[in-house]
């Protein structure tokens, strides 16, 4: 069956450090991956899109790359803040369709 | 721009009632989507829309309709209501494919 795997568990780390966040896919052939950053009680808001020829893609802090040998992404923040702590979610732009497939999102905690 | 707006906020129903969420969007887009996101099941697409008069199937279309009589608008009617769509509804739009997705701020519906 057709899944997007982003670690269930949170993500705890502490200020400063670079934070890396994990999207494993199985059964899709991506034709682009999308980030996005959800806060409580909002809706998710764009990060950074890769396409499947591009390994990867940076915009200040963060950096994301793409593999579609190990079909996984990674997402760096790196130099964490607080105020970077939120759930963030990868989602599939699956080949020969328009839909948009989320993963279930990995709730980032950065401390002080 | 407004950007995409969703009515109601917040609506609670009695099992068997109908009702319509209203999405609109004002930035010209092609493309919208509705999503239902439950917790631990991330963001599941329900229908979603490439431009006026064309829509079609996501993940879990069983209970909701759709249409798409112009570009700006794109209700999801619930025919019959179920405590299983209990949920926040989350409507998006986006240019195109490969482009990013704006997120309306989400209607929290309980369903009793």
């Known amino acids: 069956s057709q899944k997007i795997e982003q670690n269930s568990e949170a993500l705890n780390i502490q200020e400063g450090k670079t934070a890396t966040l994990t999207c494993n896919y199985t059964?899709?052939?991506?034709?682009?991956l999308q980030w996005y950053r959800q806060d409580p009680g909002r809706g998710p808001v764009f990060l950074l899109l890769?396409?499947?020829?591009?390994k990867e893609k940076r915009k200040e802090r963060l950096k994301v790359t793409f593999d579609t040998t190990l079909k996984q992404s990674l997402f760096h923040i790196t130099a964490s803040q607080p105020a970077d702590s939120a759930t963030y979610l990868c989602?599939?732009?699956?080949?020969?369709?328009?839909?948009?497939?989320f993963g279930t999102g990995t709730r980032l905690q950065v401390f002080p | 721009n407004a950007g995409v707006t969703q009515t109601p906020k917040f609506q609670v129903l009695k099992t068997g009632q109908s009702m319509t969420l209203q999405c609109a969007q004002d930035m010209n887009h092609e493309y919208m989507s509705w999503y239902r996101q439950d917790p631990g099941m991330g963001l599941r697409l329900i229908h979603y829309s490439v431009g006026a008069g064309i829509t079609d199937q996501g993940e879990v279309p069983n209970g909701y309709n759709v249409s798409r009589s112009t570009t700006e608008d794109f209700p999801l009617r619930l025919l019959s209501a179920a405590p299983s769509q209990t949920s926040v509804y989350f409507c998006a739009s986006r240019a195109s494919s490969y482009n990013e997705q704006f997120f309306g701020p989400g209607t929290r519906l309980t369903v009793l």
């Open positions: 989602a599939l732009g699956p080949k020969n369709t328009d839909k948009l497939i």
């Open positions: 890769i396409r499947e020829n591009e």
């Open positions: 059964n899709y052939s991506p034709a682009y």
